[in-house]
């Protein structure tokens, strides 16, 4: 069984490092991604600052613990983009008919999918996003205990899965769309964009809807607001739940979908 | 001018035949725009923050969101893949120019993104209440500048889409550049919150007229003198990059190497 995971974990490493060369042979390509990924959240977080500047408080949330939840989604983002880039060509390749090729290797197909491409604009997000979270860290009034310390890995580490499975579960929409464009999958990213603000802010029923339906809170806010001891405190604990039902999900709607795949004509 | 014509009614037809895609790639300025709705409504309240009240507030980012949509149909992109492509060497036997030719299929997208951008106020102006307007000169004023963003972002879009006769990669120069328009312009937070220095910089640069003019414009904060000011700056900011555009696309055409055929 362990022999089984080991060797299913080290197949990707390698599925995905072949990507990896291929894709380190262009630098100047290379460069541009990561310059242009920190160029974009980096906007973003001289916004926060700007903002803080003459407001002391959002919803009765400081400065750093805002950015920490900003920067918790960029992490994610830019693990997504790194390691699992791939998951946003299903659309096309469902609509070419190029899936087919995934099907008759003996290896998942979600994951052959998901190392299919490699987004180095991951890398420019997972950086800065580490290095806010590290700042952060250190200037928000946090109370510290190697406890504390566990329990942070523990929810950082299940809300990059929640968006991770997010990501999976509206990509495989496209088989049931079949367009060209993961348009649901893009839609929905950007749903979770606002989960890089309080969720004190939106109305109740988005509220509501960033909770259950769509759980993008579980990315950045309830974790956060677990470390923070804040208003929805206890909730932030449900985290790594909410990641484990967010994985089944994922894989139980993408294996619907591959059913349901039915090849390109021709 | 008859040719420019027919390109302006084929993008049109373009966006409303890929509909979808269209409302798709909306998607996430509708949801900047809600965010930083949220944003502002829970730090202003009833007062004001920088000199700006709630409902100044809501035209500000009302119009900020129309200035996202407009000039929005991926004209880089349609430039980018046919430079790559070396498709731009059809481009260039035609007897039409070329830059023109891009213009025309922008402007013909206006009145889809305008629809878009009205639906965005109806909504947010059923949902949130009245927004600020001003008196009718001063919307006259907006009125203006607002058309003056057309051709300005025009020429930031389509001068970076330039860029791909020499690099491969455009997807980043696009980020880069929205990244870069995003907070020069005014669109995420108004100039005035930015450090002082960098803020009257930003004031003066050709990205303020993509956003921050219009929307203090109709947010009342930039009135009188100071919103003629802005209109000119618009104008001369508009010919002095139509010029440079022409000087940009003179280098960039040299670089061009199509391969085969």
Known sequence: ?266 | MRPYLALARASARSVLTYRLTFVFSMFGLIFQLLALLAIWHAVIGAGQVNGLTWPQMKSYLLVAFSCGALVSLYTDFGMAARIQSGMVAVDLTRPIDYQKARLAETVGGVWIELLVAALGWCGVITLLGTIFWPDPVHLLLFVLSLAAVVPLKFLVVYITGLACFWTQNYLGINWARVAVVNLLSGALIPLSFLPSWFGTVAEYLPFAGITSTPALILAGDLHGLAAVRGLLLQVVWALLLWLLARATWATAVRQLTVHGG
């Open chain 1, 1 to 266: 069984m362990t022999g089984e995971w080991m060797r299913t974990a080290r197949l990707y490493v390698r599925l995905l490092g072949a990507q990896l060369r291929a894709a380190a042979q262009y630098k100047a390509d290379f460069l541009v991604m990561i310059f242009a990924a920190v160029l974009s959240q980096g906007v973003g977080l001289i916004f926060l600052a700007a903002l803080f500047a003459r407001v002391p408080h959002l919803d009765g949330w400081s400065f750093w613990l805002v950015a920490l939840m900003y920067a918790m989604v960029t992490v994610a983002e830019g693990i997504g983009s790194l390691l699992f880039e791939g998951t946003w060509r299903l659309a096309a390749m469902v609509n070419s008919g190029e899936l087919d090729y995934l099907l008759v290797r003996p290896y998942p197909v979600a994951l052959q999918l998901m190392s299919s491409a490699v987004g180095f604009n991951g890398l420019g997000n997972l950086v800065l996003g580490t290095a806010m979270i590290v700042v952060a860290l250190c200037y928000a009034p946090l109370q510290w205990s190697p406890l504390q310390g566990l329990i942070l890995v523990l929810l950082a580490g299940s809300a990059v899965v929640v968006k991770l499975a997010m990501n999976l579960a509206t990509n495989a929409a496209s088989f049931w769309l079949q367009g060209r464009n993961p348009v649901v999958a893009y839609a929905m990213h950007q749903v979770g964009e606002l989960a890089r603000y309080p969720l004190g802010i939106y109305p109740v029923g988005l509220r509501v809807v960033l909770t259950t339906v769509v759980p993008f809170a579980f990315t950045s806010y309830y974790p956060v607001s677990y470390l923070a001891d804040g208003v929805d405190a206890t909730i932030g604990l449900l985290t790594p739940a909410v990641a484990v039902a967010c994985v089944f999900i994922a894989i139980w709607v993408f294996r619907r979908g591959l059913r349901r795949y039915e090849s390109a004509g021709s």
